[in-house]
C-alpha cells in the first residue's frame, strides 16, 4: 500500500488542510469569499460578531492550507478562494462516497438476482416476502 | 459545504423485507460488503469481521450497532479507517453509518448517511483518504466478480 502514484499527495499535506476546515468561522469565511468573490477583511467582518482580529488570525489559517490568498489592493488586503485545494478536500470524501456507491451496487446485485431467480412470479414473491415475520 | 456527511440514496427492486434481511443479518451483510461476519445486528451489539478480500484478511472491522428499527431503519457506529495492524483504534471516534428503508412504487429506497468525519484524527483522515483510493478499489473489483459469478 506504499504505491505512490502520480497526483497522490503525501498524508502530511492533507493534514493542515482538514485542521483548517475543521472550524464553523474558518467555513462561514470560505462560504462568504465563494459567494461574494475577492473582498476585504472590512467586508467579509460585516454583519458578525466575530472580531476583525479574530477574522484575520482564521484567513491566515486558511492561507497557510492553501485554501485562500491575499493580495494588496491600495490601502486594502483582498482575501480569494482557491478553489484548487478545496476540490482536492471535496475528492477525498467523493473516494469514500464512491466507496458506499460500491458497496450499494453489490448489495442491488445481491437482492435484486434473487427476485429474478425466483421460480414465481413477482407479485407472488413479493407476497411470500411480506408474510414473513 | 458540508466535510462531515455522506448521504447515498438507491431504489433497489426488491421487497423491502428483503433488503432489510440482507442489511441486519451479519451473514447476508458480509456477502455484499466482503467481511465474514457472524451474529446478530442487535442494539449494543459488537460485531467483528474479516475482510475476506484476497490480500485484505488480515484487517478486521468492528461494527458496534445503535438502532434497529425492523425495515426501517439500521445504524451503527465504526471506525473508518482501522486498516493499520497492531494500531489500538478504541479510543478513537467513530463515524455513525445509518441505513434507513422507505417503500417506493417500484420496490425499496434505501439511504445511506456515514457522518461524523469531522472527529477523525486529521492524521488518520489523510492517510486513510489515500489508502481507500488504492486498496479499496482492488478489493471491490474482487468483490464485483465474486457476486456476478
Known sequence: MSRRSSGTRDPADAAPLFAALGDATRLALLDRLGAGGPQSITRLTAGSSVTRQAITKHLHILA??????????????????DTKRLDEARRSLDQIAQQWDAALGRLKMFVEDEQESAPTTDSDALQRERNQP | ???DRIEKTIVLHAPRSRVWRALSQAKEFGAW????????????????????TPGHEHLTLEITVERVEPEHLLSYRWHPYAIEPGVDYASEPTTLVEFQLADVADGTQLTVVESGFEGIPLARRAIAFRMNDQGWAEQLTHIARYVAT
Open chain 1, 64 to 81: 497557510d492550507a492553501g485554501l485562500v490568498h491575499d493580495s494588496r489592493r491600495g490601502r486594502e488586503r483582498i482575501w480569494t478562494l
Open chain 2, 33 to 52: 460488503f466482503g467481511l465474514a461476519l457472524e451474529g446478530d445486528f442487535a442494539p449494543g451489539a459488537r460485531l467483528t469481521g474479516r475482510l475476506t
Open chain 2, 1 to 3: 459545504m458540508s466535510m
